[in-house]
């Protein structure tokens, strides 16, 4: 009978001790639910103000875009380029300002007009840099850049063909002229003896020559299809003139 009691009051203790631990779990259940919402208010209070905080620091963002914001408007927008490994600066009105793209030897730079065209560009070549202005049009008017003996600058017209090209050659330089279908009609550069001027038509063939000789000053003739019919120069301390045949053969000579 008493062993029965005894096994009674355990029972009732053990019941007793049970009912406070719940009673606990579900004083701390309340408090954890409300820190969870606590915590939810305080993450999602700056989104339901409109609160900014004025720096942010991250070790890596990653994103395909970013805006820049005033008075609610998008007034400058950073995105990846559309046609090569880079980004570009977008203006307010959704147009490019300045593109920065990877091309196979380096890097590119461009920058474009208020309607979108590139006017100037500056890029890796395979034998250095090079820098690129354009009309507003979008086509080429002046380029810079490396020749394999230096460096060289091109001047095009409005349809973007070279008119006039200078370059290092290697006895100097060499300046270089051409009409407006972008053939060569005439190249002013140097010789072993010193200067040379040489004019061609319109199928680039030569049709006159001037230059430095041995023994003095040359001049040289050329019918158009770039065969030579006169030639004028020094024999010893004397000039001499001769002319020749369309086969290349002295018809006359003097003295």
Not at 103 to 123: E, W
Not at 128 to 140: A, E, Q, T
Request: charged share 20%.
């Amino acid at each position: 009978m008493l062993r029965g009691r005894s096994q009674l009051n355990e029972n009732l203790q053990g019941d007793e001790c049970i009912l406070q631990q719940i009673s606990t779990l579900r004083r701390e259940n309340r408090f954890l639910k409300v820190g969870l919402v606590f915590c939810l208010v305080v993450v999602t209070l700056p989104y339901i103000t409109g609160f900014q905080p004025a720096v942010i620091r991250a070790s890596k963002v990653v994103t395909e875009r970013v805006e820049f914001v005033r008075d609610g408007k998008t007034m400058m927008s950073i995105s990846l380029h559309p046609i090569g490994d880079g980004l570009v600066i977008l203006g307010r009105d959704e147009l490019p300002v300045i593109g920065i793209v990877r091309n196979k030897d380096g890097g590119l730079i461009g920058t474009y007009n208020k309607d979108g065209k590139t006017v100037a560009s500056m890029m890796a070549l395979p034998e250095g840099g090079g820098v690129g202005i354009c009309n507003n049009d979008g086509k080429i008017v002046v380029s810079m850049g490396v020749s394999p003996m230096g460096g060289g600058v091109g001047i095009h017209n409005n349809d973007g063909k070279i008119g006039v090209s200078m370059v290092a050659s290697p006895v100097g330089g060499e300046v270089a002229v051409h009409n407006k279908d972008g053939t060569l009609v005439a190249v002013m550069g140097l010789s072993p003896e010193g200067g040379v001027v040489t004019v061609r038509n319109n199928d680039d063939k030569p049709v006159a020559r001037m230059g430095a000789a041995p023994m003095g000053g040359g001049v040289g003739i050329y019918n158009n299809d770039g065969k030579p019919v006169v030639a004028i120069g020094v024999l010893g301390k004397d000039g001499q003139i001769i002319v020749l045949n369309n086969d290349g053969k002295p018809v006359w000579s003097a003295p």
